[in-house]
């Protein structure tokens, strides 16, 4: 055992203490697939800013931020404050609700594209939902995804483009009308004209895993001309994105209309929620008609926590301060203040193949790639897998534990996510972990 998991094992007794109980409770101990780490897990008591406490009394800058729905950090006073109004006047009225039709405004508002709108409890039901409504729409089957990206857990988006089996649990059928291809215009193409029957093609805008493995805009547009010329339903997965990169999300700065899109994360102010919308004539297979529309056409589609007024209250208090841009900004500037200097500490140590990059308030870290780079120089040769794990698992996980002793949380010890209520301070103290650690590592 190497000195950085003694420290661990020795900071954070609390912890240890707490996910032995959790062994006996959930599978692996953990509820988030994302949150397990060996040898064991942070538990966190409380938050309030861009810090988090542990169990054992140590203060994390935390740049998981709630897996990045916390724009405004932890606890911010206009979400606290309507949160606990509406808790006073009720969860959950099983009907419609006025601050449901201000969420919504908010979010169209923001995002032209969207002209109608219906909220669900997740991400992972938005993008379920805005594929069962582009097949609808198309009355084809086949979806398109960009390999890496991801768009939730549910089955319809599970295939893997290295993979030659489906993922257990999941049929093999239901994935015969998924394709995986590479970013390539080319090959999309080709595959649009080979399978005749393309309802959609759906992805993350800045690229796999929020950007990890980076897709500039102008592919963007390109595939916009693409699927609008073969009449193919152009999905953007916002769900991490919207909000965060412009208030109006990718689709703002590339100047992108996509025809669905989905949201959640920033959008429900750190509560439960999402949503899909997008252009009218799509959005109208949720809506009733005559006997033999509701019958051959619409798509049923319910949801207990669908709009809920404590959801809609936190995401009302979020947009109305998200919508000038402001917060957004300043969490962008701080996250490239950050980068630098990261990149600044691999230079001085001189270690090729390691690298931090971004976009907006979003950063990554590649640790020790097979491929040869100079420090903080990201080459295009590094694989697909490498960015979306971040390079060498074993350097990542002593990285994740050293950073933890010293103060830093990251979200899977390989990317963050600021917010605006980081300071230039949290930005210092984060480099000297960063250098701390590396020194650690030898």
Partial sequence: MIQIERDYRRLHAGSAE?????????????????????????????????????????????YVTGHGA????????????????????????????????????????????????????????????????????????????????????????????????SPPGVPGGLLESTVVLPADLDQIEAAIRARGDVAALILEPTGASFGAVPLADTFLQALRNLTSAHDVV?????????????????????????????????????????????????????????????????????????????????????????????????????????????????????????AVYGDASIFHLLAGSRIEFAPGELVAEVPLAELKNGGNPALLRQVRLGLNNHGVDLMRGRSGFFSAAHTEADVDATVAAFAATLAMLG
Avoid at 22 to 40: E, K, L
Wanted: charged residues 20%.
């Fill in 18 to 62: 707490r996910y032995e109980r959790a062994c006996a409770i959930f599978p692996n101990g953990v509820t988030h697939d994302g949150r397990f780490v060996d040898p064991f897990p942070l538990y966190v008591e409380r938050s309030a800013g861009p810090y988090k406490w542990d169990v054992d009394g140590n203060r994390l800058i935390d």
């Fill in 234 to 354: 152009l999905i953007f997965d916002e769900v991490v994105t919207g909000f965060r990169v412009l208030p109006g999300g990718v689709q703002q700065r590339a100047g992108v209309r996509p025809d669905l899109t989905t949201l959640a994360k920033v959008l429900a102010g750190g509560l439960a929620g999402g949503a899909v919308g997008g252009r009218a004539e799509l959005m109208r297979y949720l809506a009733f008609g005559d006997a033999d529309w509701n019958r051959d056409h619409k798509i049923r589609h319910n949801g207990t926590f669908n709009a809920n007024p404590l959801s809609a209250a936190a995401g009302v208090a979020m947009l109305e301060q998200v919508a000038s841009g402001t917060p957004g900004a300043r969490a962008a500037l701080l996250c490239n203040q950050l980068i630098t200097r990261m990149n600044d500490v691999l230079r001085a140590r001189e270690l090729a193949g390691w």
């Fill in 70 to 165: 916390l724009l405004l950090g932890h606890a911010h006073p206009a979400i606290v404050a309507a949160v606990a109004e509406q808790v006073a006047r009720g969860t959950h009225y099983g009907a419609e609700n006025d601050l449901s039709l201000r969420w919504a405004e908010l979010v169209m508002g923001l995002f032209p594209s969207i002209e109608r709108l219906r909220f669900t409890a997740s991400g992972t039901e938005a993008t379920m939902l805005a594929l069962r409504l582009a097949r609808a729409y198309t009355s084809r089957t086949t979806v398109i995804r960009l390999a890496g990206h991801y768009h939730g857990w549910h089955d319809l988006l599970t295939r893997d483009a290295a993979a030659d089996a």
